[in-house]
C-alpha cells in the first residue's frame, strides 16, 4: 500500500515539474531557454555588408525626389495685385449693402412702446 501511494505522489511530482517548465519557458528563463548563440567578428562583418549591399540596391532603384518648384518675384507681385483687387471690389460691394440696411430704420421694442403708451 506505501509502494502505491510512493508512485502516485511521484507521478504529482513529475506533473508539477512538467507545470514549472513550461511556466518558465513561457517566461524565458529558466531551463526551457535556448542558449544564445554568437557570431564571430568576421561572419557580423559580412552581413554587415551584404546588409548594406541591399540597401544601396534599393536607394539606387528609388526615384531622386523632385525639385521644389518656386515662384519669381514678378510672378508673386502679379498675384498679389490681383488678390488686392478682388478683395478692393468685395469690400466695395458690401459697402454698397450696408447703407441700404442702416438707413432702415428699426421697428421699436415692444416693452419700450408700452412703456412711452403709459
Known sequence: M???????F?????????KIAGLR????SGDA?????????????RIA???RKRWAAVKAGAKPAAAKRTMSTAA?????????????EVKKAQAKKTPA???????????????AAS
Open 2 to 8: 506505501l509502494e502505491a501511494a510512493l508512485i502516485g
Open 10 to 18: 511521484e507521478q504529482m511530482r513529475k506533473d508539477i515539474d512538467e
Open 25 to 28: 519557458g513561457q517566461l524565458g
Open 33 to 45: 531557454a535556448a542558449p544564445r548563440r554568437t557570431l564571430s567578428v568576421a561572419a557580423r562583418k
Open 49 to 51: 555588408a551584404a546588409q
Open 76 to 88: 508673386r507681385n502679379r498675384i498679389a495685385a490681383a488678390q488686392r483687387k478682388r478683395w478692393a
Open 101 to 115: 440696411k442702416a438707413t432702415a430704420k428699426k421697428a421699436p421694442a415692444p416693452e419700450k412702446v408700452a412703456a
